[in-house]
């Protein structure tokens, strides 16, 4: 008979590896525990948290800032913003206020990227794209491992380490979508820049043709006046009237 303190049948106190379904509950349960632990942070924590070596990285991802599950409804989403905002309102942090605003700053950052239903769609495309790149690289080894005979199970079977490697992928993934946001910018930028030179060059060329053209006009009764005056000056000299070549004395011997 079973003691009384023993685990109820099927359970995995014996050491049976647990199966997949209750492999994702340890992870859920993990990540729950995770928030709750996190969302109790104190003021100063949470603007550490925001403001911490590398969290211009990390910060990429609202769900991240404002620590709420991706698929999280937006009602829920909204009053954690809230709560956040008001924990690391500089008005709250009088002390730190410059920090404070940074990570006010933050928060307001990522409510108004996940308040938007086109945004917030795409930073849960990221998200799952992230999840899908860790399950196919983990499929991919477990196929290698069992064609080379060897066990196959590998580091991401530990919910944490699932976790931690969906995490990475997902910083990864808005840190390239941000890359490719400046890089775009950059190129608008330039373009702008392209077009407001020939713009101005456009503009300049125009201006020297209509001063090109205002002092021609301005100089054409010089030029008629000129050159009646030349036609002048050459009727005098060509009727002038004709005057017989001097008379030269023949020499005597």
Known sequence: MASPNSGPVGSNSGGVAPEPDQKFDVFYKDLKETEKRDSVLTSKQQIDRLLRPG???ANLNPFEVLQVDPRTPIEDIKKKFRRMSILVHPDKNQEDSERAQ????EVTKAWRCLENESTRQKCLD???EAEAVVAKRIEERKKQLKKEGKDSRVDEDDPEKLKRAVYVQTMKL???MERKRRQQEVRDQEERKRKRDQEIAEEEQKKAEKEWQKNFEESRVDRVNSWKDFQKGKS???FKGFKPPKHKAE???
């Open 236 to 238: 005098a000299k060509k």
């Open 174 to 176: 808005f840190a390239d």
């Open 126 to 128: 990221i998200v799952e």
């Open 55 to 57: 969290a211009s990285y």
């Open 251 to 253: 020499a005597r011997d």
């Open 102 to 105: 940074k990570a006010f700053d």
